[in-house]
C-alpha cells in the first residue's frame, strides 16, 4: 500500500493536483493523507471568540477541516475506487516543517501538488511554498501545473545538466518508477562541447543496462534544451534530480523568465539525490 499526501490550499491548482492524482495513482492501493497547513503567526483572537466553548485547536481547525472533508467525499463520489482510503489533518506550523513532520509520521511515499503555472518570478510561476517543498523536503514529490488535464503516461524524460552525475542506487530508484508506471524513459544529457566525452561515457556505460532513449544536446542552456525537447518529443512527465546544487538555478539559469512556463507545461518528478 502506498502513502501520498496531497497539500491543498484549496485553490485551483491544489484541487487540479489531487485530481491528477486520483488518476495516476488509480490502480494502486493507496492511503491519501489530505493536508491543508497554516502559519502558526495566524491565530488570531477573534478566530477563538467565535466559538468560546471548544478547545484552541478545534476553533482553529473547524473551517479548514469540513473542506476537507467535502473534498473527500467529492473525491469517493467521483472516483468510487475501493483501493482508496482517505485521511484529513490540519497543521499550523512553517510549511516545510509539517510536511517533513508528516512524511516521517505517516511513511510517506509521495508529496502531491499543484503549481500556479503563471509566467514571471520563479515564485510566481511555481509558487514559494512548491520551490520549499522541492528544496527542503526529501521526498519523491509529484507538481502538477495548473490546468492540467490527465491523459495517459507513457513517456517520461530525466534531463541531467552538464556536471550532473548520477549513480547506480539513483538510476535504479528511477528505473523502477518507469517500470512500475510502465513508461518508456528518455534521458537527455546537456553538456558543455569540451567536457561531453567523459559525461557521455559515463552516461553510456551506465545506462547499458537500461532500456531508454539517450540524447546528447551540446553548446545549449539546460533550460533551451529540455524546452526543444519537449517541444520535438512526446513527453508526459518530466524527472529532476535535486542534489547539492539549487534545482531553481539549474533549470532556470540564463532563460527568460516570460518562458518559464513552458518548462512546467508537463507534470514534475521531483527525485533527491541520497546526499542532498
Known amino acids: 500500500m502506498k502513502s501520498i499526501l496531497l497539500l491543498t490550499d484549496f485553490s485551483k491548482s491544489a484541487t487540479n493536483a489531487i485530481h491528477y492524482a486520483m488518476r495516476f495513482f488509480e490502480s494502486e492501493t493507496c492511503v491519501f493523507h489530505i493536508m491543508n497547513i497554516h502559519k502558526a503567526g495566524t491565530f ?10 471548544q478547545n484552541i485547536y478545534e476553533s482553529f481547525t473547524k473551517v479548514p477541516k469540513e473542506k476537507l472533508n467535502a473534498i473527500v467525499e467529492d473525491l469517493k463520489a467521483t472516483y468510487k475506487n475501493p483501493n482508496h482510503t482517505f485521511e484529513v489533518s490540519v497543521d499550523f506550523d512553517v510549511f516545510t516543517d509539517a510536511v517533513n513532520q508528516a512524511i516521517k509520521n505517516k511513511a510517506i ?3 502531491v501538488m499543484g503549481s500556479n503555472g503563471a509566467t514571471g518570478a520563479i515564485e510566481v510561476v511555481f509558487g514559494s511554498n512548491t520551490i520549499n517543498v522541492i528544496r527542503q523536503v526529501i521526498c519523491k514529490t509529484l507538481v502538477v501545473p495548473k490546468d492540467y488535464t490527465f491523459k495517459p503516461i507513457t513517456h517520461f524524460l530525466l534531463p541531467l545538466q552538464f556536471d550532473d552525475v548520477i549513480d547506480t542506487e539513483q538510476l535504479n530508484v528511477i528505473n523502477d518508477f518507469t517500470k512500475h508506471y510502465n513508461l518508456k524513459l528518455h534521458v537527455l544529457r546537456v553538456c558543455k562541447n569540451n567536457e561531453s566525452t567523459h559525461y557521455v561515457t559515463t552516461d553510456q556505460n551506465i545506462l547499458k543496462t537500461y532500456d531508454c532513449n539517450y540524447l546528447v544536446e551540446q553548446d545549449t542552456t539546460f533550460y533551451q534544451a529540455v524546452t526543444n525537447y519537449l517541444k ?16 531553481i538555478k539549474r533549470l532556470f539559469t540564463q532563460s527568460p523568465t ?3 512556463s513552458k518548462v512546467i507545461k508537463v507534470p514534475l518528478m521531483i527525485f533527491h539525490h541520497e546526499k542532498h
Open 44 to 53: 488570531i483572537s477573534d478566530d477563538l471568540m467565535t466559538s468560546p466553548t
Open 109 to 111: 511515499d509521495y508529496v
Open 258 to 260: 516570460i518562458e518559464l
Open 232 to 247: 520535438t518529443h512526446t513527453i508526459d512527465m518530466t524527472g529532476l534530480i535535486v542534489h547539492d546544487k539549487s534545482f
